[in-house]
């Protein structure tokens, strides 16, 4: 019994170590796809149209291909080509996983946008504001609302999505957990790790749930 509970505080501590670093690319990723996103969507919906098709042409990529395969290209793909990669591990798990989610957040956010009809708009300028004054002051606030939805569950599917960083052997929480499979044949510490994910995706559901709750007064 003494036994088993020591390797138990040794796998929790190993499985923390990982799971810090899973939350570490979990809060990168968001912290830089959001606004990245944004200014993908307005060049998908710009008026130049060489421009539009560009960046909805390179949404279509990203979103097309699987992310384990981004990862590879970001990490291994400028060796591949002869050059000397510049981005450690870590650091090119994160340049695949803002590309990625900033892709699938611009894609919620002109769902969201073109969602708003043209009478808020047209109101706006009414009252002398100009169309940066009416998105930001008016229309915005409505998109969050009706995004907040879609929007939580691309960001509970990107808690999980961090265990692909392993392809590239960044040391995160699957990482982790994988390594104790492989050197002891144990594999519990596998649904241990499972456990973070479910406690953690748990939390964000009830933080949406309540964001959700505070936007109620927005009503169609």
């Known amino acids: ?3 088993f509970f020591q390797d138990f505080l040794y796998v929790t501590q190993e499985l923390w170590i990982g799971f810090q670093s899973t939350l570490k690319l979990f809060a990168l990723t968001l912290v830089l796809s ?23 042409t390179f949404v279509w990529i990203i979103r097309g291909t699987p992310l384990m395969l981004q990862l590879i290209i970001v990490f291994y793909g400028p060796g591949l080509l002869g050059y000397v990669s510049m981005l450690d591990r870590f650091t090119a798990a994160l340049l695949a996983f803002v590309i990625n989610y900033a ?6 956010y002109r769902g ?7 009478g808020q708009y047209e109101a706006g300028q009414v009252l002398g504001l100009t169309k940066t004054q009416v998105f930001f002051k008016i ?3 409505q998109v969050i609302k009706r995004i907040v939805a879609p929007m939580s569950n691309e960001i509970i599917t990107l808690v999980k999505d961090t265990s692909l960083a392993r392809v590239i052997a960044v040391q995160e929480i699957i990482h982790s957990a994988n390594s104790f499979r492989t050197t002891e044949a144990i594999l519990w510490p596998m649904f241990y790790a ?9 939390i964000l559901t009830l933080l949406f749930g309540y964001i959700e709750k505070k936007l109620s007064y927005f009503r169609s």
């Open 34 to 56: 959001l606004p990245l996103g944004l200014i993908i969507c307005f060049g998908s919906m710009s008026r130049f149209k060489p421009l539009k098709w560009l960046v909805r």
């Open 1 to 3: 019994m003494d036994t």
């Open 103 to 108: 892709c699938y957040f611009s894609e919620i």
């Open 194 to 202: 499972g456990a973070f994910y479910l406690v953690f995706c748990g």
């Open 112 to 118: 969201g946008i073109e969602s708003i009809s043209k």
């Open 139 to 141: 229309v915005l606030l």
